[in-house]
């Protein structure tokens, strides 16, 4: 069970206005090489280490039947047992729980969510999630940190509430391992 | 078909073919068009844009807030030629202690119908710089060679005949020989120049190769559009993405004419480094490294007026022939620039008969100047939708103007000038090199400098840093799609010489980049 790198924990230490250039810096990812990987995430914020979700895993796959074509991804709850510790799926890593679903496009410079241009899009509106569930609010910007590179990637959470999109927080993603998982139509 | 078929002026509002006054217009008076790209501003960077997409095969318009002058309305009259010629009297201040006066050009040709005609590539060492510190991508010489090359043949950049060189530039050259500087030619955009000395109130013969008798003629026949007398008040978009601009004809007393609306892909911004970051704050236009309008160099001047013995007749022979660039290395460049006499007495700082007795020398004097590559910025700001430049000197570059000054005057001395009226106000006039020796010593307070300028740049730099730079590499603005910018205002950092040709080369590469990106040119660079 791989741990967290060194590199992956000192950028999870950086300020917000460290961050903020990453995330300016940042390379643009091409979703569908992201496809068929989970990555290791964290939560960068004050509230992150007090609360269930400060970590996380992401996972990406290439949608079937109604989502063919498009790269689609979800989140797995984890043991909360600290970032210098593995990832562990829950409710066991074979067989973990899948939520919170999205899908990954380019950002629409035309559209409501385009803070960041060269940035994609996780738009948890579009993942076919219930409408009520909290999580269909949620639209993520992912960037690579090093540009060329999808082993790292950084993002930046907002909250869509009407027409309006609330600042959350910063979250960081590794490569953890390859999945094939894909959601049944 | 005559070849200003397609350049409109206010006279020609508003039946403007190819317009359009569709039944949901923004205002009902409105005229519309469509076209693939807007060029905003006809100088260095806009004529260059709109020719080079045009022949690639683009539909262009060019929005040009000036007039259309063409060669044969250029006469010596000075006081005409800054009316129509200028934006503001060619007198507008860049606030700050001390204050800089500086002056652009708006008419259709831009400030490359007013300028002096210098012709330099960017000193390597400064696009070296640009690549290093500001990763901008394929800008080093030797990336930029075929660039500098294509410009110079299109606006036929040379040296000067010699036999219209003045003796106010020939004495300059002496000078510096005598005290063994580095002194050289310059390189101008004219052909066969007869030295009228009216660069600066549009070139009478047409010999100055500026973009209004070399690109604007190309682009019209490539079948772009001007629009003269047209002034850009925003840049409209959907989100992020750039849909057109919006603005208005100016008529004959500066009023709002008929409104105009412009739909485009793409829309390039030239109007300068003061203008071009006026027109992003009245749109709305942020960047996300939050250095928009920031960094504005100015290469401040200033001038030192010689009365000699002997007749100079300055008003003959070209504009500037020579540059001293013996003190480049410290920032420094020298040259003799010849004003009219209305010029003149209005910026020695004299009046009443002292004034008059040192105008009567107008025919003995030679006037030089300095330029100073700045190591301070200053910042252009939205002031109710128009900008205002700041622009603080500093300390360093203080007192380099003043060993700057005291160098000129130590060489016009030795040429056997008999007196120096000095650029800085209250601190009396040089009668011998022993005064040179004290000003070499002497504190001048800033304030009391006279600064001026006509190279105003750097305020949306280009770089590969979107936490750093306003606009990418090849002039897009970072976080609008759509948008790009080819004028001064790319500049990273001041680049101690005329900035012409760089304005020039650095808006080839963002026209190759258009057309790389958008629909297949009909015919590639040479």
């Not at chain 1, 496809?35 to 914020?45: D, F, H, K």
């Not at chain 1, 940190?145 to 590794?174: C, D, H, M, Q, T």
């Not at chain 2, 509002?13 to 190819?18: L, S």
């Not at chain 2, 490359?112 to 080093?140: F, S």
Request: charged share 25%; proline share 6%.
């Amino acid at each position: 069970m791989s741990l967290a790198t060194s590199e992956y924990l000192g950028i999870a230490e950086l300020s917000g206005k460290e961050l903020e250039k990453i995330m300016l810096r940042g390379g643009t990812p091409e979703p569908k090489d992201l496809a068929g990987w989970e990555y290791r995430g964290l939560n960068i914020a004050f509230w992150a280490s007090r609360s269930p979700i400060e970590k996380f895993i992401k996972g990406f796959y290439l949608g079937q039947g109604r989502e063919a074509g498009l790269v689609m991804g979800y989140n797995e709850p984890v043991v909360q047992n600290g970032p210098e510790n593995p990832w562990i799926a829950k409710p066991s890593d074979a067989d973990p729980k899948r939520f919170g679903f999205y899908r990954m496009e380019r950002v629409d410079p035309a559209a409501k969510d385009n803070e960041y241009l060269h940035a994609v899009l996780l738009d948890y509106g579009k993942g076919g999630n219930f409408a009520l569930d909290p999580a269909a609010r949620l639209r993520d910007y992912l960037v690579q940190v090093e540009p060329g590179s999808n082993e790292r990637l950084l993002g930046k959470a907002y909250l869509a509430i009407g027409p309006a999109r609330i600042k959350s927080n910063y979250f960081l993603l590794e490569r953890h391992k390859e999945t094939s998982w894909v959601r049944p139509s | 078909m005559s070849k200003h078929d397609h350049l409109y002026t206010r006279e020609d509002w508003p039946h403007i073919p190819g317009s359009t006054r569709r039944r949901r217009a923004f205002r009902p008076d409105a005229v519309e068009f469509d076209c693939d790209v807007v060029v905003v501003g006809s100088g260095a960077g806009g004529a260059v844009v709109a020719a080079e997409l045009a022949e690639g095969g683009l539909d262009v318009i060019v929005v040009e807030e000036g007039g259309h002058h063409p060669t044969e309305s250029f006469t010596p009259d000075s006081a005409d030629a800054i009316r129509r010629l200028y934006r503001d009297g060619g007198a507008i201040m860049a606030l700050g202690a001390p204050p800089v006066t500086y002056s652009e050009g708006r008419c259709v040709g831009g400030s490359t119908v007013i300028n002096g005609g210098m012709t330099w590539r960017t000193p390597e060492k400064i696009l070296g710089r640009w690549a290093r510190e500001d990763w901008v991508e394929q800008i080093r010489a030797e990336d930029m060679d075929s660039t500098f090359s294509r410009v110079e043949r299109m606006i036929s950049a040379q040296h000067q005949d010699p036999w219209t060189v003045g003796r106010d530039n020939r004495l300059l050259q002496e000078g510096a020989l005598k005290k063994s500087w580095d002194v050289i030619p310059n390189i101008r955009n004219q052909f066969h120049c007869a030295g009228t000395n009216n660069c600066a109130f549009g070139c009478p013969t047409g010999a100055k190769r500026s973009t209004l008798v070399t690109y604007i003629p190309r682009a019209l026949n490539f079948g772009a559009r001007v629009l003269s007398n047209c002034r850009v008040d925003r840049v409209t978009s959907k989100g992020k993405r750039i849909t057109g601009v919006e603005g208005h004809v100016v008529t004959q007393n500066a009023r709002d004419g008929f409104p105009f609306r412009i739909h485009a892909r793409r829309v390039v911004l030239s109007a300068g480094a003061i203008h071009t970051p006026g027109i992003l704050f009245r749109s709305g236009v942020h960047s996300p490294s939050g250095r928009l309008g920031h960094n504005l160099s100015l290469h401040p001047n200033v001038k030192v007026t010689a009365v000699f013995d002997e007749e100079i007749r300055g008003w003959e022979g070209t504009h500037q022939a020579y540059q001293v660039r013996e003190f480049q290395n410290e920032g420094l460049v020298f040259a003799a620039v010849n004003i009219p006499p209305s010029i003149a007495a209005m910026t020695l700082p004299f009046y009443g008969a002292e004034l008059r007795d040192l105008m009567h020398d107008y025919p003995r004097m030679v006037i030089a100047g300095m330029l100073l590559e700045d190591t301070e910025t200053g910042r252009v700001r939205n002031a109710a939708g128009k900008p205002l430049a700041t622009y603080q000197l500093s300390d360093f570059d203080a007192e380099r103007l003043v060993r700057g000054t005291a160098l000129l005057s130590e060489m016009l001395f030795d040429m056997g000038a008999k007196r120096i009226v000095l650029p800085f106000e209250g601190i009396p006039d040089l009668k011998s090199g022993d005064d040179v020796k004290r000003l070499y010593a002497q504190k001048i307070p800033k304030e009391c400098m006279e600064l001026v300028t006509v190279h105003m740049m750097g305020t949306c730099a280009m770089g590969g840093d979107r936490a750093r730079h306003v606009c990418d590499s090849w002039g897009r603005v970072y976080d609008t799609e759509g948008l790009l910018v080819a004028d001064a205002s790319l500049f990273p950092s001041p680049i101690g010489v005329n900035p012409m040709e760089t304005i020039m080369a650095l808006a080839t590469r963002v026209a190759a980049q258009i057309l790389s990106e958008g629909r297949q040119p009909t015919r590639l660079y040479a």
